[in-house]
């Protein structure tokens, strides 16, 4: 069990990692096909290109990574789009494979550190629990790592803009930015802090 008051070190955070790898493609073995197209709250991309994003930047050579690059005409946010919707043409059983293949693996996208796997598999772990109507528990420590790593992100570039406030968590300790308060458990507002206001909202409380 991880202390929820550390921060994790290298070795931990590939063992959330791999955890969590472990227990999405063992939810996503069980779906029907209907689930599989359910639409989730990451864009337009529905439960299958979620999961085949997630087998991306472990499996992808530099190369590849350089070719997708150039197919979106530089644009990174494009790229991890594109490639996702092209993955996720595969059958949903080798979708599950590759999610698998990827447990043990410490391969990172260009211009990535360890956090940003970590970061990956918990919110869309969650948008594929949200898309299903399941509950996917998320661990606080990893969690707060995440949170960290978004707030501070230049390369590769955030795409969601950081909320005006100072968010409060309620289940460990950690805090960041200044105006009004938004509190909440950690999960909530890492999902807050990635887009996901919607998933965030029920159970987080504003003042101010």
């Not at 919110?123 to 606080?140: F, K, N, S, T």
Request: glycine share 8%; hydrophobic share 40%; proline share 6%.
């Amino acid at each position: 069990m991880i202390p929820v008051g550390a921060v994790l070190d290298e070795d931990t955070c590939w063992q959330v990692i791999d955890h969590e790898r472990t227990s999405l493609a063992d939810l996503l073995e069980g779906l029907g096909p209907e689930e599989w197209e359910r639409p989730t709250q990451c864009g337009d991309w529905r439960v299958r290109d979620v999961a085949a994003h997630l087998t991306v930047a472990a499996r992808f050579s530099y190369g590849q990574v350089v070719g997708e690059m150039i197919r979106a005409r530089g644009d990174w946010n494009r790229m991890i789009h594109d490639s996702a919707v092209r993955e996720a043409r595969r059958p949903a059983d080798e979708i599950v494979a590759l999610l698998r293949s990827t447990i043990g693996s410490r391969r990172l996208a260009p211009m990535t550190s360890r956090r940003e796997p970590l970061i990956d598999i918990l919110v869309h772990g969650q948008d594929i629990a949200l898309a299903l109507g399941r509950d996917r528990e998320m661990p606080r420590a990893a969690a707060r790592d995440a949170a960290d790593r978004v707030c501070t992100m230049r390369v590769p570039p955030r795409p969601w803009p950081l909320p005006r406030a100072r968010l409060v968590a309620t289940d460990i300790e950690w805090s960041h930015g200044a105006g009004k308060e938004i509190r909440g458990p950690i999960a909530a507002l890492l999902l807050l802090l990635t887009g996901r206001e919607a998933a965030a909202e029920t159970r987080l409380t504003r003042t101010g």
